[in-house]
């Protein structure tokens, strides 16, 4: 068997501006996430550690620091991360982040919020038990940026179902943890820069907005579009979606017929 990669790649080329990625079917069957580099590409398992490795028998290199934690700690022993632990990790971070850049531009919301979860626990373990510093800040640097991509993964398809409130709340809840990031750092003349705040509380107000143009709306029109979507998520076998449309129409429709016998 040949190993060049250069039919895998053929008529799959690499845009340096876009995400490029695909879920192919693997040989053991199972499901695999290949992002496109510039020199060939990534491949990655769905679940567990994206490269597919168990060390020391665990799911994850976090999972294994920490139940070394959890032993010292039964010990009464303090448990610390020396510089050669926060490299493993680090690098085993680099891979959840390209799996979950990757689920992100594949719409698979779910698996990216898990994923960019776990960077986020991550950085707090390292938090706890690293004593250099320098070391902490090599991975919580990138925390706002990991609080940002959570909030989007778990907000989108909330926004999408309708569900405004608890979409908005999931928002809000990133905003405040970027704010005390920058205050923990004592960055808070930042603030303005930062981009990650930023895209939140820009993507906050466009909600706001559109949904005060939707509730501003005659309720004919909105009648008119959600059978619209009605049929198109019917046509589309989306089920789920489809029942939670005719909730919100007969809520509507009876919501007019009580306005129309007491106005």
Same mark, same amino acid.
């Given at each position: 068997?040949?190993?060049?990669?250069?039919?895998?790649?053929?008529?799959?080329?690499?845009?340096?501006?876009?995400?490029?990625? $695909?879920?192919?079917?693997?040989?053991?069957?199972?499901?695999?996430?290949?992002?496109?580099?510039?020199?060939?590409?990534?491949?990655?398992?769905?679940?567990?550690?994206?490269?597919?490795?168990?060390?020391?028998?665990?799911?994850? *290199?976090?999972?294994?620091?920490?139940?070394?934690?959890?032993?010292?700690?039964?010990?009464?022993?303090?448990?610390?991360?020396?510089?050669?632990?926060?490299?493993? %990790?680090?690098?085993?971070?680099?891979?959840?982040?390209?799996?979950?850049?990757?689920?992100?531009?594949?719409?698979?919301?779910?698996?990216?919020?898990?994923?960019?979860?776990?960077? *986020?626990?991550?950085?707090?373990?390292?938090?706890?038990?690293?004593?250099?510093?320098?070391?902490?800040?090599?991975?919580?640097?990138?925390?706002?940026?990991?609080?940002?991509?959570?909030?989007?993964?778990? #907000?989108?398809? %909330?926004?999408?179902?309708?569900?405004?409130?608890?979409?908005?709340?999931?928002?809000?809840?990133?905003?405040? #943890?970027?704010?005390?990031? *920058?205050?923990?750092?004592?960055?808070?003349?930042?603030?303005?820069?930062?981009?990650?705040?930023?895209?939140?509380?820009?993507?906050?107000?466009?909600?706001?907005?559109?949904?005060?143009?939707?509730?501003? =709306?005659?309720?004919?029109?909105?009648?008119?579009?959600?059978?619209?979507?009605?049929?198109?998520?019917? =046509?589309?076998? #989306?089920?789920?979606? =489809?029942? *939670?449309? $005719?909730?919100?129409?007969?809520?509507?429709?009876?919501?007019?017929?009580?306005?129309?016998?007491?106005?």
């Amino acid at each position: 068997m040949s190993k060049d990669i250069s039919r895998i790649l053929e008529g799959w080329d690499y845009n340096p501006d876009e995400v490029v990625v $695909r879920v192919v079917e693997g040989d053991d069957g199972r499901e695999k996430v290949q992002l496109r580099l510039d020199l060939g590409l990534l491949q990655m398992e769905v679940e567990g550690r994206p490269d597919g490795q168990r060390p020391h028998g665990y799911t994850s *290199l976090l999972e294994y620091y920490e139940a070394q934690e959890q032993a010292a700690r039964a010990k009464g022993e303090n448990f610390e991360l020396d510089p050669e632990a926060c490299g493993q %990790l680090w690098q085993e971070g680099i891979q959840y982040y390209h799996r979950y850049l990757s689920f992100w531009f594949l719409k698979r919301y779910e698996a990216c919020a898990r994923d960019t979860a776990r960077n *986020l626990r991550l950085f707090a373990f390292v938090r706890r038990h690293a004593r250099d510093e320098r070391l902490v800040w090599q991975f919580d640097q990138f925390r706002p940026y990991v609080l940002m991509m959570n909030a989007r993964a778990v #907000a989108t398809p %909330l926004i999408e179902s309708g569900q405004i409130e608890q979409g908005l709340q999931v928002i809000e809840s990133a905003i405040a #943890a970027i704010e005390k990031f *920058l205050e923990e750092y004592d960055l808070q003349e930042q603030v303005e820069q930062c981009v990650e705040l930023n895209t939140l509380r820009q993507w906050r107000e466009e909600i706001l907005t559109q949904n005060r143009a939707a509730a501003s =709306a005659r309720p004919g029109d909105v009648l008119e579009v959600l059978h619209r979507k009605l049929q198109e998520a019917v =046509a589309a076998e #989306a089920f789920e979606e =489809a029942a *939670l449309l $005719r909730d919100e129409i007969r809520r509507l429709t009876n919501q007019d017929i009580n306005t129309g016998l007491t106005g």
